[in-house]
């Protein structure tokens, strides 16, 4: 049974989407924009919309590449996170973070705001996006604590990576055609501390989300009797995916860290080819230039030992995270299929209950009781059916939500892996271009310093040549 | 005997595209040509060509296990016509001794010293063990390099215990032992007490020991940093590795990057081999460092045959300086310094005329003796002087050319080194690219 879904609406969110805009996108055919994609050729068809233009999940599917690209005339919302400050208060000291947004969308009452979060409040967003579209693709935040290193909570190093990544964490959400959209986004962006307190008061108490947590924690145990085969795919995928990525960030971290042993040894290295030269009369000036010659090869190694820690560590760090959240998102998706199922399976009992021969327990205390057997009967089935039309409701809806969870997920997964490629594709080639220019960097330094040895020997020979 | 001079034109660097091994053998030639104003390489092609594992008794009749070397060896002229080279084996200990007759024999000269006997200062990749074959390789060629230090140099090469051990399978180490070297060889008690003891060493000489410590110091702290260089340099590379072989698997699930991946992967590969080589070709610019570290020795034997010269003419200088004042004591009769001889004379009353002129007489022959003595010690220490002080400035110009080759060199490999990483990863962000 296949629905057609206009509205972008999870069953358990509250917030208001656009109604479908299908009608919109016709116009977007003469949108300049255009020029910004068309270089992407793995576009299914022709479908090409403004990035931050909710869709609704069919068209999801055919979404084209997103690009970082800051200067895009398509992107409408811009977040920058930055002027990291610490709080002092009698029971613990924070950091907030300063959360800038300029947007032109309609549903900002202003253009411009500026806020201050913490880690927290990053945390209760993502959470909410979570529950409100359980089956998309969230970016993840970076780690609550960090596990190995002693790397202190209040660091310099510490701070600048975690704002670089809760920047990113933002800038995909507003990218997200449906997260950019979600309510709590925007109060997130907008609200001042004291009103987003409040906010967060709101919404399902605990014990429902207790509740839903306890369901959860049932479908998954449960397990899915009959997962799509694409999904089976993608999990496996995502096994695989979440192995390797492990690995490249342990290789990358090694190498850094090798990377950063060799530039000690290197920095002490240097320095005996001077100490070498003040025995020297004749070598003096030739052992100098050694020397200069490693000093200068160490500033470089330094700076490309640097660049690898903030362009390719992050990023790989940021995927093994990513593969975490997939596994989540599938997981999620396999629950809310599984509890489709299982209500099925509730429903194809009760339908046999009722279809069968009343010869049950039910009918004998009813006719202890003094029932009269046919009047029981008949209640009886006018209970079943009742139970059977409430269930056949709630069938519907989760089958509804099922539809609309594989959509979602559908729709995302391509979107996701674009973003991934595009990401990861990105920090290799950076890397790989300043380990070329590391080269290029240390060749001009010992191409000098031969070049000023090669001038030497005729005036050396000359002199030799006196007895 | 001042060496002969004049290096002739230095035909060596051309480009920086030399490969090392070319870079060396230019060096070699080049240092050959230098020396060709002096005998034996002239006439004489020396080469160490070969090394072998022998077994036999040593000399506590034990089975052991050593290395044998083929040193071959043929006139100049007949490479053009074919001729094969006589040759005969050797082992490390024969050059030992062979080296110890020449520091022996030859005190004013700065003998090239001999390859590590144990590896030491070496990186980890590098086996310390005697019997590696990179180790044997290496002591092969420092061997040969030796052989040639010795047969350029304008003094040693006109030895005759050189030219057998050269040419002469049977009995070399017995007339080795015939010549009595070691019996000429001074103590090293000696030498150490002397070097306490000398009052007027010739400044330049104590110079030259504070250099030759100074360069000993700061080549092993240069060597012991750079092994430590390689190590980590070796680490970095070869951690490379992995992204190969991650790449590869990664490449396998993905649809859109596999090529990109797969190639990139094979450049990674690529890369932490590379490592390989960089570090051979360094391991013998590290070989020439050593070889001036080992020299030191040398320079400090010189340094201590002056002082011991220059102490034994002291000492000689002295006991003439004591006599002289022995015989104008006897002649004044005073008494000037204390001396029991004196008190007991006083106490037990003076000596006759004929017994004074007696012990004048003898004392008169000392004296005669002990100028002679002197004469001979000052002749004997200005030659040393002389002709250690011409060796030295051989050896400093020596050093400072071969030095300043191999510091080129470290920079040609340094730019090769660099060259290869910029393919390397030139390649690999075309690969990237194609993601």
Redesign the interface.
């Known amino acids: 049974m296949s629905r057609t879904i206009d509205a972008v609406v999870s069953p358990t969110q509250t917030n208001t989407i656009p109604a479908d805009i299908s009608g919109h996108m016709l116009d977007l055919d003469e949108d300049d924009d255009l020029e910004v994609f068309s270089k992407d050729s793995?576009l299914a068809d022709g479908n090409m919309f403004n990035a931050s233009m909710p869709t609704s999940p069919g068209s999801m599917v055919n979404q084209c590449k997103f690009e970082e690209d800051e200067e895009s005339d398509s992107k409408d919302i811009f977040i920058t996170v930055d002027n990291p400050e610490s709080h002092v208060t009698a029971i613990e000291t924070f950091i907030t973070y300063r959360v800038l947004t300029k947007t032109t969308r309609s549903e900002f009452d202003n253009s411009e705001y500026e806020v201050r979060r913490r880690y927290q409040d990053f945390l209760w967003l993502k959470g909410k996006l979570e529950d409100a579209h359980s089956t998309l693709i969230v970016h993840p935040l970076p780690e609550k604590f960090v596990v190995k290193g002693m790397v202190e909570r209040f660091s310099g190093d510490f701070i600048e990576t975690r704002r670089k990544a809760l920047h990113k964490f933002l800038t995909r959400v507003a990218d997200h055609p449906i997260l950019s959209c979600s309510e709590d986004f925007k109060v997130f962006l907008s609200a001042q501390a004291w009103e987003l307190t409040t906010y967060k008061k709101q919404g399902p108490g605990f014990l429902s989300r207790m509740g839903e947590t306890v369901r959860a924690v049932a479908n998954s145990v449960r397990g899915v009797k009959n997962r799509p085969e694409e999904f089976t795919a993608i999990q496996e995928?995502v096994e695989?995916?979440s192995n390797?990525i492990g690995?490249?960030d342990k290789?990358t971290q090694?190498?850094v860290k090798?990377?950063k042993?060799?530039l000690?040894?290197?920095k002490?290295?240097g320095p005996?080819?001077t100490?070498?030269s003040?025995?020297e009369e004749?070598?003096a000036e030739?052992?100098k230039g050694?020397a200069g010659?490693i000093e200068r090869?160490c500033k470089e190694t330094e700076e490309q030992v640097g660049h690898l820690s903030d362009t390719l560590v992050p990023v790989l760090h940021e995927y093994v995270l990513c593969a975490e959240t997939l596994k989540a998102v599938l997981r999620r998706r396999d629950n809310i299929q599984a509890e489709f199922e299982a209500k099925n399976e509730a429903l194809a009992t009760k339908k046999v209950d009722r279809d069968a021969e009343s010869s049950d327990l039910g009918f004998v205390w009813g006719s202890l009781l003094g029932k009269n057997p046919e009047e029981a009967r008949h209640q009886r089935q006018e209970r079943l059916d009742g139970e059977i039309e409430e269930l056949k409701e709630e069938i519907d809806k989760l089958e509804d939500r099922v539809e609309w969870a594989n959509n979602a997920l559908k729709g995302d997964w391509g979107r996701w892996q674009r973003s991934m490629?595009g990401d990861?594709?990105s920090a290799?080639?950076s890397t790989?271009?300043k380990?070329?220019d590391?080269?290029?960097k240390?060749?001009a330094v010992?191409?000098t310093?031969?070049l000023s040895?090669?001038t030497e020997?005729s005036e050396?020979?000359d002199r030799?040549?006196t007895? | 005997m001042m060496a002969d001079s004049g290096p002739k034109d230095v035909a060596v660097i051309g480009n920086t595209e030399l490969t090392s091994a070319e870079l060396d053998n230019n060096i070699k030639n080049t240092m050959v040509e230098i020396e060709k104003g002096t005998s034996l390489l002239r006439k004489m092609e020396i080469s160490v060509a070969e090394a072998e594992k022998r077994t036999g008794k040593n000399t506590v009749n034990m089975q052991e296990m050593y290395t044998v070397y083929l040193i071959e060896t043929r006139p100049v002229d007949a490479l053009t016509e074919g001729i094969t080279p006589d040759s005969l084996w050797r082992r490390y200990s024969e050059f030992e001794l062979l080296r110890n007759y020449l520091l022996v024999t030859y005190p004013f000269v700065v003998v090239a010293p001999l390859p590590e006997k144990r590896a030491e200062i070496v990186w980890h990749k590098l086996s310390a063990d005697n019997m590696d074959p990179d180790f044997v390789e290496r002591r092969r060629v420092g061997l040969e390099n030796f052989l040639h230090r010795v047969a350029s140099h304008p003094v040693l090469c006109n030895d005759n215990i050189f030219y057998i051990f050269l040419t002469e399978d049977k009995d070399w180490k017995e007339m080795v032992y015939e010549t009595g070297f070691q019996a000429k060889a001074d103590s090293r008690l000696k030498a150490v007490n002397a070097a306490f003891r000398v009052k007027n060493p010739d400044g330049r000489f104590t110079e030259l020991k504070h250099y030759s410590d100074e360069l000993q110091t700061v080549l092993s702290q240069l060597l012991r940093v750079r092994a430590r260089v390689a190590d980590r340099l070796y680490g970095v590379y070869k951690v490379h590795g992995n992204y190969g072989r991650v790449f590869s698997e990664w490449s396998a699930i993905e649809k859109e990057m596999g090529d990109g991946l797969q190639s990139a992967g094979h450049h990674m590969d690529a890369y932490a081999a590379s490592v390989d080589d960089i570090l051979e070709e360094e391991e013998h610019y590290a070989d020439q460092l050593k070889e001036y570290l080992f020299y030191t020795d040398a320079l400090r034997a010189v340094c201590r045959k002056h002082e011991l010269t220059q102490f034994e003419l002291e000492m000689v200088a002295l006991d003439l300086a004591c006599k002289k004042q022995q015989k104008e004591e006897l002649v004044t009769g005073t008494v000037r310094t204390f001396s029991l001889k004196g008190m007991t004379s006083k106490l037990f009353g003076q000596e006759t005329a004929e017994q004074r002129e007696a012990k004048l007489q003898v004392l008169e022959q000392q004296l005669k003796e002990g100028e002679e003595a002197v004469k001979e010690k000052n002749t004997e220490s200005d030659e040393f002087v002389k002709t250690a002080w011409v060796d030295i400035e051989r050896f400093k110009d020596q050093k400072d050319r071969d030095l300043k080759e191999a510091l080129i060199s470290y920079a040609v490999m340094q730019i090769s080194m660099c060259k290869k990483g910029i393919q390397v990863w030139t390649n690999a962000k075309e690969c990237f690219n194609k993601m």
Do not use: H
């Open positions: 793995t995928y695989d995916f390797k690995s490249l290789v090694r190498i090798e990377q042993e060799y000690e040894e290197l002490e290295y005996t080819y100490l070498w003040g025995s004749e070598l030739q052992l050694v010659c090869c490629r990861l594709k290799f080639l790989a271009e380990n070329v590391y080269y290029e240390c060749l010992w191409e310093f031969l040895q090669r020997p050396e020979t030799d040549n007895p």
